[in-house]
């Protein structure tokens, strides 16, 4: 009987596994971003890699103290990047599965990412049943500090629902059919197609709420039944958003309607985050030039 | 910002602090069996606890060098038991969660344990919309190894779906109402209430089934769409059971129609386990005597 340890998003691990096995004659590279905390059925060993991406952690001088994901860090960033380089690959795609409801999230850095946008309007205009929304997850003024942003272009699919440690087949097939999409955008950008302008919807941050607590820190309540699984959909003032192991409800107090995303995710208890606080704004994207024209043979 | 440890099954643990801080007036004292598994968010630390409570573990001689779960069985014997004597708790009730779409499944030895088939009819009357159904796990010859085995009458409740390290408000609300349910049937059948004999439908073992691997070990497939979330349903020779990476289906070839559960259980990936096979069977719960009947004013 075999027992090896599955880790906690295997989905990614076993897809890096079978294009590891069969590559496209596509040029890309799988990587499995973080192989210590996969061996040991974990999201990170020390500090969780996907907010390691800063230029503090990156050229900062390497010590044997450092956490294994700052020098797994400076190991991406030195096959992938460096970040904000001319040498940096053109496009990072991350894969990623929640425990939320996320349908199909597609996470970019903001609305400036012309590539990432038209990849994004690509995937929608070929998968309408998915639903795919865009989350842009920058801030103002913040640093970018996920994998997919040491690239030139960065793009995560973000799957959900799917429980850590579980691989489920319909997720599983949707990622490997969105990736396989992706991979032929990519061919047709390079094969000179043009992209025409169009208007996005999309969602961005604008806070975080942490779940009720008691005053020694632990959870006094969990997401309300009525918040649990609607994530991308509008939460209006007045609204339940916590169920108090009391019995009683707690109330969104905001002033504007929000749009919750990450509703529930196991891996957010500990950084203090029920959900993600996100607004819709719709902006236009510019056309896409095209980057290298086929030679016309007329000229 | 408050950031403690989630525990992977937080349900019991958020429960047990909720008695520990109002008790009920019922004689009952809530346990947190693996309090350094929940503090370390894992199922355990060294060793299954919940397989650790067999004669080998719990009689052998203590030495520092044991499992931590070996000396917490030893412990819990101590509190609960000892394992089939006279001094046991009357009932342990164990509070349980999966990964896999068991709905509300109650787990007890044999259909030999009057008190919990009575237990389980209790509760299936009660609440006809849950379709609670009994899985009786003890296989023929097996010594039992759960922690609700050291009571005189042991029961758990199995709850699903719910992602490990998350705390539904939905599946905590069901387990709530389903013990206080319990304690309720304890103080009818404390009170004498009669309990007549009745034909009680339950699932018990037949094998189990791993995942299809690589000659490394690593998976090669997952849950076929068409069995996942399909616990307690008849599997057909020849249906499908898992999707192999490569795309083709693996089928069924039992003879005979099974009943799998524990579909895709996280947990169960280390223990090589997709699926449990269950065979549904029926049989005849005799009436439970009135063991303390109240006096008779004409006596």
Redesign the interface.
């Known amino acids: 009987?075999?027992?090896?340890?599955?880790p906690r998003e295997?989905l990614r691990v076993?897809l890096a596994?079978?294009w590891l096995q069969a590559p496209a004659d596509f040029s890309t590279v799988p990587v499995l971003a973080n192989p210590a905390a996969t061996a040991a059925c974990r999201r990170y060993v020390d500090h969780d890699l996907n907010r390691t991406f800063t230029s503090s952690f990156l050229n900062s001088r390497p010590t044997p103290d450092d956490p294994y994901e700052v020098t797994r860090a400076r190991e991406l960033k030195q096959l992938l990047g460096p970040k904000a380089s001319g040498q940096a690959f053109d496009s990072v795609l991350g894969l990623h599965n929640t425990?939320a409801d996320m349908g199909t999230g597609l996470i970019a850095k903001s609305s400036h990412e012309v590539f990432a946008m038209h990849l994004c309007h690509h995937l929608q205009l070929q998968y309408p049943e998915l639903s795919c929304q865009v989350f842009l997850y920058q801030q103002s003024g913040e640093e970018s500090y996920n994998l997919d942003s040491v690239a030139k272009n960065g793009l995560a699919l973000e799957l959900g629902?799917?429980?850590?440690?579980?691989?489920?087949?319909?997720i599983?097939?949707r990622m490997r059919t969105l990736v396989a999409t992706v991979l032929d955008f990519i061919e047709l950008f390079n094969q000179g197609t043009a992209f025409p302008a169009f208007e996005m919807e999309a969602y961005r941050p604008v806070g975080v709420v942490?779940f009720p607590?008691t005053d020694a820190?632990?959870?006094a309540g969990?997401?309300?039944?009525q918040l649990?699984d609607r994530d991308f959909q509008p939460l209006q003032p007045g609204a339940p958003i916590f169920?108090m192991?009391s019995g009683e409800d707690l109330l969104y107090e905001g002033e504007s309607t929000v749009h919750p995303v990450f509703i529930?995710?196991?891996?957010y208890?500990?950084?203090?985050i029920a959900f993600v606080q996100t607004e819709k704004f719709t902006f236009t994207v510019p056309a896409m030039a095209v980057l290298n024209p086929a030679p016309s043979p007329a000229s």
């Open positions: 009987m075999s027992s090896l340890p599955v295997p076993y596994r079978h425990t629902p799917q429980p850590q440690g579980v691989l489920r087949a319909d599983f097939s942490d607590r820190g632990n959870l969990t997401v309300h039944p649990q169920q192991f529930n995710e196991a891996a208890y500990e950084k203090g």
